[in-house]
């Protein structure tokens, strides 16, 4: 029995939070949201010249890198550092593409609307994150401390979250009768902390105790 080629086994898999597929690369901007979202994310493999129900084309030529590195450099902020490797697949060219988890989250990418945004990885999908995302990495990334006040909304917060297994930001806001900046900021700190995790669900962005 013939091997298989290791992107075959890879293509396998199917498209998932850490994999996706392109027949082509014809749009920068709109790559550079998948760089985006890897990065924001677990990191994550994109082949190009394989369609969406697996099938390998085979890139048409140099041009496809090309319009990657656009994308990295021109416009994902800060630049989506990625990996890049070609590979000879029964005649076929498939260029695999490896960005890393960063550490130097938010990247932003052009949304649909041409504004800069943060997108994050969702199974197969990138969506955009949200405010309390782009404060948390923002905090992670300064060295010192950070102190977290036990106030009532936090009380609250933790007495509901014993009860449920996940809260939105728009329900802490009513649960602890505070306004929108005022849950954004405490939700990010608990994330921050590593007393909070987040996790998705129905692509909405929700929050979790650490078990």
Same mark, same amino acid.
């Given at each position: 029995m013939k091997k298989r080629h290791p992107i075959e086994e890879l293509i396998r898999e199917g498209e &998932?939070?850490?994999?996706?597929? $392109?027949f082509e690369v014809s749009d920068s901007r709109k790559i550079a949201r998948t760089l985006s979202a890897f990065a924001n994310t677990d990191g994550g493999r994109l082949l190009i010249g394989v369609k969406d129900n697996g099938n390998i084309s085979?890139?048409? =030529?140099?041009?496809?890198y090309y319009m990657i590195e656009a994308a =990295?450099?021109?416009?994902? &902020?800060? +630049?989506? /550092?990625?990996t890049a490797h070609t590979w000879d697949v029964n005649g076929k060219t498939v260029?695999?593409?490896?960005? +890393? /988890? =960063? /550490?130097?989250?938010p990247h932003t990418a052009p949304s649909k609307d041409d504004t800069y945004k943060a997108f994050i990885r969702v199974k197969d999908e990138n969506i955009l994150a949200n405010e309390v995302l782009m404060l948390y990495w923002k905090k992670k990334q300064k060295?010192?401390? *950070?102190?977290? *006040?036990? =106030? $009532? /909304?936090?009380?609250k917060l933790y007495a509901y979250l014993e009860e449920h297994p996940y809260i939105q930001l728009n329900q802490f806001c009513r649960l602890a009768r505070i306004n929108y900046y005022t849950a954004r900021n405490i939700l990010s700190d608990l994330l921050a902390v590593e007393s909070l995790q987040y996790s998705i669900i129905d692509k909405q962005i929700v929050y979790k105790r650490i078990s």
């Open positions: &998932h939070q850490q994999l996706d597929f $392109k085979g890139v048409r =030529s140099d041009e496809e =990295s450099t021109m416009y994902t &902020h800060p +630049a989506v /550092p990625f260029l695999e593409i490896y960005v +890393a /988890p =960063s /550490p130097d989250r060295p010192e401390g *950070r102190l977290i *006040r036990i =106030s $009532k /909304p936090v009380e």
